[in-house]
């Protein structure tokens, strides 16, 4: 080692101090700090003291340079030169390394961490060989990860400002090249709980304060962030701003290493939202009101929008405990504490969630490679921890340090000096600090952790629990303290000192319990991110399964014990190398060394020790061989003869021949680092030696070889150049004679042309005479030719003279031969005469012959149906004799049955080995016999060819291929092997590539790897041809741009693509086609083992001609027939089945496998048996049957895979079973059923059929139904080939692959539109019927209604008025939620693929898709899946009109809310429009306003913007939105959707349903008078008081006397409409009068009678309020009655009205002049005298007789009084401060619990929803109103 130090500057190895003590160590280490020597080493461990301040140029790149390729002590001590060292000894070593960084927090770990992984990154670029992920190596992104991990991961303490507040273990994997190809960071313990608070003078993660500093306000504005002292996980410690940090530009450096890494803007954005959702629901307080309510909604209303959930779903999970008992949901308050604890609980796992997917997105980036030549792995985990208050979090801090400071030991001290003396090295043991006691002290089998998790899981275990165990089971323990003031903590003597830890919050947070109620809510959340956050994360607990989930579910110890026993397991596989961080002083400032706590951490971590054994050690240590091998160089001449000992021994001597750097053990050598530094530069310059020799040898071996080349080469051209030479001699001696032979052909070329021209010109002559010759015979042909012309002439005329004379003498003999004619006419006319006399002669001859023939016929006939009919006497006695034997063996079987099937049993074995045996030969014989009956390993499963008695004349036997599985047997045409089969078009022939032109229809069948095609489906049908699958090139669609066929739509063929040719097919059916191109890829690519899985599912039902549920078998019997050997029956209850083996071999074992499923016997092992016993079963009988005769009891045993019973116990008959599956259900238990029956019932769907179960026990049925439960939640969930195709198509999505998704809709068919009916759901559905609590809607099975929708999709565009089928689609949808992810896709289906997207049916579906994206959502898969195919349909067309309905859908989907109802007429013409609709809103005076409202507005968002509109921003009290009709009126809540009141307006209105005919109305009023007197009288809101008052009044819910009654209505006709004249009369009394005051006050008398002589009644039930809940349809026809009994009873009571409306009018008169501001004031100034006004008049009645049975409940501000009806004064007031609780255990009956009373107040009324309403809000303004005081009053003090 050079030495680099000295005694100014302190020494650089304190292996090599004089004196070892603690003063030499920390004398050093200070003189080295005040000389900015930063880094000292102790052999090859490096300690690095943390200077708080940059040090100029000790981390530049020309420093990395210097280190590259140096042994550590070659240079001064630095970080670089272990990283270095780590890096070469990847090939030096030939092993996995690591480097473990640890100290204290603020020692400078995550520093250190850094430029390690600087300088590794560094050296992995200069190798040349960069690796890219993408566009970004992989060096870059484990850089660009550390500001995004620091940002998320550290956080200011009071010991370090950039405290790393989570494990990371980062593993670099390297090439042999030396470049990283890959990384993994894995994370440890995050401090969740800082997120939610921190100690003084701390602050939360630093990303928090990164995005107050650096986010754009408008981007702030977005989130809706403000100042970071407005926010309380921001605010409480007190600090919020560092100057030593700079936020602003850590947040650029975030986004921008976040945009390195390819986060993508939506995904920045979505984390970015997160963030700021924490920040709000850290703002979110809560009230004690009837349990814990939230304070102020703002801030929940704002994290809820950002994280895209329902604000009062949230709201409800942070207040409300909802838990399923016996399948009834209950909701239990939180109080203010447990809401606290939901609301951080959410915050912690938000920020958790996040974490870890953010460290998943990074280890996307550097992936772990496949071909990695080594790794380097570097560990930063939190250092140990001592604060004034030590929390879980410290405890597992401190635990983790634990074992790092045990590996440390391990490898230091343990391990080395036990390999010293068994080694047989002269050594002496040197003490140090063993920590092992301690972690047993913590992990053992009953240590800490092991009680904490045990107490974690038991729900009533506490703090103080814990604390108890603890102290009695380690109290005695000398690294276990006992404090004895404290009753909170206890101590643990760490290898770093004593710590005390606090108990409070170890359960919960070791628990880490997240409320399901808010799991489901983010689940529920519209955004993608944070469903993928939580999607993974299972609930608490099943209903009625808390605690056992709980014991399940693993606790955060136990994960992380788990996690760093995997760590530890990593490094022990790893060479190791310590970096020992120091932290100089606590207060985090440069240049001050704390002598004390830096020996404090040199004593703890062994320092003093290290130094020891490195000074003394032998850190080096190889096998002799592996030496030997190593320094070969070194070793020279002979004593490479000598051993490998002996060679370490010579070579060692040579450098040290004093051995005081060496050692030679048994198998190693041992030495120091000094030695080996030495060793290996003097192997270097051997090698160096070497090497120059050999390169001498290869130059000269080189040069000798160019030598050579280049004398071959000189030889080449010379012979080229000979060549050359000889070629050009002879081309002149060629030229030359072809010169001679040119002049030659010259000469005789002449001669022959001179003979040819006198040739010629003797030609000429010779033609010249003869065409002479030739004319001169033309001239005298042509004389002849005229003299001929003349002759014929005159023989002409000639001719024509005898013409003319022969014409005169034909006429002449005409006119004679006419008369001959006439007279041979007389002759023939008298010959016919006598001619048909003769013909009528012989007609009647041949009548007489035919009816002779007809005759011989009819006796021929008679003859042969005499024949038949006695052929068909004997078949009929035949058939008779046939019946008989039927008869005669029906009425046997039952008495031979028993006796048949001992014998059988008997013979059996016998009969099965013969049968064994003959099929063994059969198979070694001829392996395709299909004669031979197959069973499969299965013993399920069975199959084979057998003879069947069919129905029909004679009662014939036919041959039919029968399989018994799954509990079936079911019988077929033709053999079963095929994997698939069916008629396909096949296009083309011969062998070349292009086919004929014409189609064929084939008739294909696959089997095994091979399609083959016949003629005809026939067994006997010809084979055309094969193909091999397996070995086809492709096997592609083929919809687009082939020749199409008349009938079949686009999109129905495929191609398969072999060597020679390509084969064309088409089917009818898109679906159809889709089926064959999914079994043919999937035999294409199958493995062995996955077509043996595709033969066992061959046997498809559907292509059944008949089956039996074997269960329904009552015998199996053999048959003796003479002409039927082995023939045997199947009874069952309704049939017999005749069927006849071909030997008796086949029908023993048919016999058997029948027997074997009939008898049912099994035995299962105690494990597979989950529950059993006796449960009664309800068969289906006809429905003639009693009541209860068709229900037998039955055993049941509940296995992991179906539900079997039994006739009795001894299972010796197995009846039946359900095979349980995901899609399976059970119902719980009946009450209904235990009220009628006396039976708790249970009902078990299955896939085809369905149990009806009764047990009398009600503890039984819930065990029953929870156990059947348990195993279908366990069964993996089905999937259909339409999700599978969904999943791949998200996966290449997400990856941008454009081409693959257009590729999987090309393929598949089944995603694309089909003008063909569905013929089963796209997705899984539930078995069963439905049951519905509308039974007149017929609805059957999920998987019929499904079917039903598509064939209405279909008709769509046949369809005039879409209305009914969107209304009928949308509510079949709202009343089977099931049935909704299957609509979406169906719609999806048929909206993708269209030809023309303008088309009318597609316009429908898109309508159709639209009015669902505003009625409800579908699940998460479902819904990407959705806005997946509303982008792409909108870039595919981006300006068509299904576009502009693509991107309101995409719109709708953001806000969709739950919805009670479906949509109304209204709201769907809306939707079909693409626009808004709108909805009228009454108030008092009969004023109205129209507001615009979408399907997602709620009421808490119209009475806003009422609110905001009419300026009541600044009211005294609340305003509400009430539903009305008539006198019926409700408050609607704030998160109730106005679109559902409307609907259910629309529905009241279809059914006639209303109060008195009045029309429903949204109607805008007071809720809460909270303070009515501040209400300025010429303010909007007075006159809400006003018109308010005035209806309580005439709605007689105002209690006064008749002459005060008589005053305000004539103050309101005063307002109304001003002074009275002459001739006003007041029409009707009852809107300014109580009428049903006047006719409540005179009740009638039996004798009385009125005017007509009819008798007069008491109407109890003048005035009708109540709430919607409880309105009926019987309520509702009351209503209309009571309107009709007021008429008559207007009629009786008219003089009263007269009367009274006379005193009204008189009093009015005495008004005259008052104003109508004065009529205000004056009538609201008697309406306030009344003390209780504003308080809310209730009609209840009770049964306590200490009050009298009908009352008035007011519900005011402050009290709840009771009223004696119509009196002024209370009988009782009750102020809210003693109501302990209130609310409606039962429907109508109100109960309120009154502190100091023994008994409950009970009021039965229809209005204890209202009621319960009315008071939560009263309470909630009362501790409002309280906490404001108190803040003020803190305020005020501070």
């Known amino acids: 080692m050079a030495d680099h130090h000295s005694q100014a500057v302190g020494l650089e190895d304190m292996a090599k101090l004089t004196e070892l003590n603690d003063e030499s160590i920390l004398k050093n280490l200070k003189l080295r700090y005040e000389n900015d020597q930063i880094y000292t080493y102790i052999g090859s461990i490096l300690a690095a003291v943390n200077p708080y301040k940059s040090i100029p140029g000790i981390y530049d790149k020309a420093v990395m340079e210097r280190y590259n390729k140096q042994h550590i002590g070659d240079l001064p001590p630095h970080i670089y030169a272990i990283a270095n060292d780590t890096y070469y000894s990847m090939w030096k070593r030939n092993e996995p390394q690591c480097v473990l960084i640890s100290g204290e927090s603020g020692a400078g770990k995550t520093e250190s961490t850094k430029f390690i992984l600087n300088y590794l990154s560094e050296m992995s670029q200069a190798s040349g060989q960069g690796h890219h992920h993408g566009e970004i190596s992989v060096e870059d992104a484990i850089l660009e990860s550390s500001p995004i991990m620091e940002a998320f991961g550290n956080a200011k303490t009071v010991y370090n400002n950039n405290s790393s507040r989570f494990g990371k273990f980062i593993q670099l994997q390297f090439s042999d090249a030396g470049n990283i190809t890959g990384g993994l960071i894995q994370d440890y313990l995050l401090e969740k709980n800082r997120v939610v608070g921190q100690n003084p003078d701390e602050r939360n993660y630093h990303i928090f304060y990164c995005i107050m500093a650096g986010m754009p306000d408008e981007s702030k504005n977005s989130l809706r962030l403000g100042n970071p002292e407005n926010y309380r996980y921001l605010n409480q410690s007190g600090c919020i701003w560092d100057q030593t940090l700079d936020d602003k530009t850590s947040f650029d450096h975030v986004l921008n290493a976040m945009q390195v890494m390819k986060f993508s803007t939506e995904q920045i954005q979505d984390v970015l939202s997160l963030l700021a959702a924490i920040l ?35 709201s409800d999970g942070l207040t409300l405990k909802t838990r399923s008992l016996r399948g009834e949901i209950i909701s239990t308050p939180l109080d203010v504490q447990q809401a606290t604890n939901a609301r951080d609980s959410l915050a912690m796992n938000l920020y958790g969630r996040c974490f870890k997917w953010i460290i998943k997105r990074i280890n996307s980036r550097i992936k772990l490679s496949q071909d990695a030549f080594s790794s380097v792995g570097v560990l930063d985990i939190f250092g140990f921890e001592n604060f004034s208050t030590n929390r879980f979090e410290q405890f597992n801090i401190n635990f983790a340090n634990e074992k790092l400071q045990e590996y440390f030991n391990k490898h230091i001290f343990s391990l080395e000096q036990h390999e010293y003396n068994s080694e047989g090295l002269n050594w002496v043991d040197i003490d140090y600090q063993d920590n092992g006691e301690c972690l047993d002290l913590i992990e053992r089998k009953l240590g800490i952790l092991a009680i904490i998790d045990e107490e974690s899981r038991f729900p009533k275990a506490s703090d103080s629990t814990l604390l108890d165990k603890l102290h009695s089971n380690h109290g005695k323990n000398v690294f276990y303290s006992k404090p004895r003031v404290s009753n909170t903590q206890f101590g643990i003597q760490h290898y770093a000192g004593e710590v005390l830890y606090d108990t409070t919050g170890f359960l919960e947070k070791n628990r880490d319990t997240f409320p399901d109620d808010l799991l489901h809510t983010l689940k529920e959340s519209r955004s993608d991110f944070i469903y993928d956050l939580f999607e993974m994360v299972l609930s608490m607990s099943k209903p009625g399964e808390g605690s056992k989930a709980m014991r399940k579910k693993p606790t955060v110890s136990s994960q992380f014990q788990e996690s760093l026993h995997a760590l530890m397991a990593t490094l022990n596989m790893c060479n190791p190398y310590f970096v020992r961080c120091v932290k100089p002083n606590p207060l985090k400032i440069p240049n001050n060394f704390d002598t004390q706590l830096v020996l404090n951490q040199l004593r703890y971590s062994g320092m003093l020790e290290t130094v020891k054994i490195r000074r003394a050690g032998f850190p080096v240590r190889r096998l002799f061989a592996e030496f030997a091998k190593r320094y070969q160089a070194l070793i020279q001449g002979q004593e490479h003869q000598l051993s490998a000992q002996d060679q370490c021994s010579t070579l060692l001597i040579k450098y040290d021949s004093s051995k ?59 012979s080229l150049v000979r060549s050359f030479l000889c070629e050009i001699s002879y081309l002149r001696m060629r030229a030359a004679i072809i010169t001679f032979q040119k002049f030659e052909r010259g000469r005789v070329a002449r001669r022959l042309l001179a003979h040819l021209k006198e040739e010629k010109r003797k030609e000429e002559e010779r033609l010249a005479e003869e065409q002479r010759r030739r004319e001169e015979e033309e001239k005298r042909e042509l004389e002849r030719l005229k003299a001929e012309e003349k002759i014929r002439e005159l023989a002409e005329l000639e001719r024509k003279l005898e013409e003319e004379a022969r014409q005169r003498q034909a006429e002449e003999d005409e006119a004679k031969r006419q008369q001959e004619e006439q007279k041979k006419a007389d002759f023939e006319r008298a010959l016919e005469l006598s001619q048909l006399q003769k013909e009528k002669e012989e007609e009647a001859r041949k009548k007489a012959h035919e009816e002779e023939l007809r005759l011989e016929e009819e006796r021929r006939l008679l003859a042969i149906e005499e024949e038949r009919l006695r052929k068909e006497d004997e078949e009929r ?54 004669n031979i009956s197959r069973k499969s390993d299965d013993a399920q499963y069975f199959e084979g060819f057998l003879s069947m008695k069919c129905g029909g004349l004679g009662n014939s036997w036919k041959k039919r291929w029968f399989v018994l599985r799954d509990e079936s047997l079911m019988w077929f045409r033709n053999k079963q092997e095929a994997l698939k089969s069916g008629w396909l078009m096949k296009k083309g022939g011969g062998t070349s590539t292009v086919g004929r032109r014409n189609w064929k229809k084939r008739f294909f069948v696959l089997k095994d790897t091979t399609l083959s095609y016949y003629s005809s489906d026939a067994n006997d049908a010809k084979l055309l041809g094969k193909i091999d699958i397996r070995a086809a090139k492709e096997i592609s669609d083929s919809s687009e741009g082939h020749h199409k066929l008349k009938g079949v739509s686009e999109g129905c063929s495929l191609d398969i693509r072999t060597e020679d040719r390509v084969f064309q097919l088409v089917a009818d059916t898109d679906d159809e086609i889709s089926e064959w191109y999914s079994i043919l890829t999937r035999v294409k690519n199958a493995q062995d083992y996955e077509l043996k899985q595709m033969h066992d599912e061959e046997a498809n039902p559907r292509n059944a001609i008949g089956s039996l549920d074997v269960a329904l078998i009552d015998s199996v019997i053999p048959v003796k027939l003479a002409a039927k050997p082995n023939a045997f029956d199947i009874i069952t209850a309704e049939r017999i089945i005749n069927l006849m083996g071909e030997n008796p071999e086949s029908m023993n074992e048919w016999f058997h496998a029948l027997t074997h499923y009939h008898k049912g016997q099994h035995t299962y092992k105690k494990e597979d048996i989950l529950m059993s016993g006796w449960l009664t079963k309800e068969t289906h009988g006809g429905t003639l049957a009693r009541a209860g005769a068709n229900r037998k009891k039955r055993y049941f045993i509940l296995t992991s895979n179906s539900l079997d019973y039994y006739r009795n116990v001894d299972l010796q008959q197995k009846l039946g079973a359900i095979a349980l599956n995901s899609l399976c259900s059970v119902t719980v238990p009946d009450e209904k059923s235990m009220k009628e029956e006396g039976y708790w019932k249970f009902t078990v769907h299955g896939r085809r059929c369905s149990f009806n179960l009764f047990t009398s026990s009600h503890d039984e049925a819930w065990k029953w139904t929870y156990a059947i439960q348990d195993v279908i939640d366990s069964k993996p969930q089905l999937e259909t080939p339409f999700q599978i195709l969904i999943k791949d198509m998200r996966e290449a999505s997400s990856n941008n692959d454009i081409a693959q998704v257009e590729r999987t809709y090309r393929l598949n068919p089944i995603l694309r539109t089909t003008p063909h009916p569905l013929k089963t759901p796209l997705l899984p559905l539930p078995y069963g019927q439905i049951v519905s609590s509308h039974h007149e809607k017929g609805y059957t099975t999920l998987h019929e209604e499904a079917v039903k929708i598509f064939n209405s999709l279909q008709g769509s565009e046949m369809s005039p008025d879409p209305m009914p089928l969107i209304q009928g689609i949308l509510q079949t949808c709202h009343d089977l939620k099931p049935l909704r992810d299957e609509v979406y896709c169906q719609v999806v289906k048929q909206s993708t693929g269209v030809q023309d997207p303008d088309s009318l049916g597609n316009l429908r579906n898109w309508q159709i898709l639209a009015c669902l994206c505003c009625s409800f959502l579908p699940s998460r898969s479902i819904l990407r899946y959705v806005r997946f195919h509303i982008k792409r349909q909108t870039d595919l067309h981006p300006n068509s009109q299904i576009a502009q309905y693509a991107v309101f859908a995409a719109e709708c989907l953001k806000r969709t809310r739950m919805r009670e109802f479906g949509p109304s007429r209204q709201e769907i013409v809306a939707i079909l429009g693409r626009r808004e609709m709108t909805a009228k809103v009454y108030c008092h005076g009969e004023g109205s306003c129209q507001i615009s409202i979408n399907s997602a507005t709620t009421a808490g968002q119209v009475v806003h913007t009422l609110v905001k509109g009419m300026g009541l921003d600044r009211c005294y009290n609340r305003f509400a939105l009430y539903e009305r009709s008539g006198q019926v009126e409700k408050a609607i809540e704030d998160r109730t959707v106005i679109a559902d009141i409307l609907s259910k307006f629309e529905r009241y209105k279809a059914r006639g349903l209303s109060d008195r005919g009045k029309p429903w109305q949204l109607f805008f009023k007071l809720f809460c008078f909270l303070d009515t007197k501040r209400v300025p009288r010429e303010s909007v809101e007075y006159s809400f008081l006003f018109e308010q008052a005035c209806e309580d009044v005439i709605m007689g819910l105002y209690p006064a006397s008749p002459e005060k009654l008589i005053h305000l209505a004539a103050l309101r006709m005063q307002f109304v409409k001003g002074d009275c004249g002459q001739n006003d009369w007041i029409r009707d009394l009852s809107e300014v009068y109580p009428t049903g005051k006047l006719k409540a006050d ?50 009786v009571y008219a003089d009263e009205i007269s009367a009274t409306t006379s005193s009204i009018i008189d009093k009015w008169r005495t008004l005259k002049g008052m104003s109508s501001e004065h009529a205000q004031e004056v009538y609201m100034s008697l309406i306030m005298q009344w003390p209780y006004y504003g308080a809310r008049l209730f009609e209840v009645e009770t049964r306590d007789s200490q009050y009298p049975p009908e009352l008035w409940l007011a519900i005011g501000s402050k009290v709840v009084a009771i009223h004696r009806k119509g009196e002024t004064q209370p009988i009782d007031e009750i102020p809210y401060e003693k109501i302990l609780s209130f609310g409606a255990p039962i429907p109508n009956e109100y109960k309120i619990v009154v502190e100091g009373r023994r008994q409950e107040l009970t009021f039965e009324t229809t209005q204890v929803f209202e009621i319960a309403k009315l008071m939560k809000a009263y309470i909630n303004e009362i501790v409002r109103k309280r906490q404001s005081v108190m803040s003020n009053i803190s305020n005020g003090y501070s």
């Open 280 to 314: 709000h629901i850290g703002n979110v307080e809560f009230i004690t009101a009837g349990g814990a309510q939230v304070k102020d909604m703002q801030s929940l209303e704002i994290a809820a929008s950002l994280l895209n959930v329902d604000e009062y779903q949230l």
């Open 660 to 718: 005081a750097q060496w050692q030679m053990g048994h198998s190693k050598v041992f030495m120091k680092e000094i030695l080996e530094n030495a060793l290996e530069i003097e192997r270097g310059i051997q090698l160096s030696v070497l090497a120059t020799k050999i390169q001498a040898f290869a130059r000269g071996f080189i040069a000798r070889q160019v030598y050579k080349r280049e004398i071959r080469r000189v030889v080449i051209v010379q």
């Open 877 to 930: 006695q035949l058939m008779e004799e046939i019946q008989q034997r039927e008869e005669e063996l029906d009425r046997l079987q039952k008495e031979a049955l028993e006796r048949a099937e001992k014998q059988i049993l008997h013979e059996l074995d016998s009969s099965l080995m013969q049968a064994r045996e003959f099929e063994e030969e059969s198979i070694i014989g001829e392996e395709d016999d299909d």
């Open 1642 to 1691: 005179k009740p009638a008398k039996k004798n009385d009678t009125d005017f007509g002589g009819f008798p007069m009644k008491q109407d109890k039930e003048n005035i009708f309020t109540g709430t919607l809940r409880g309105i009926g349809i019987g309520t509702l026809r009351k209503l209309h009655k009571a309107a009709s009994d007021d008429n008559i009873l207007d009629s």
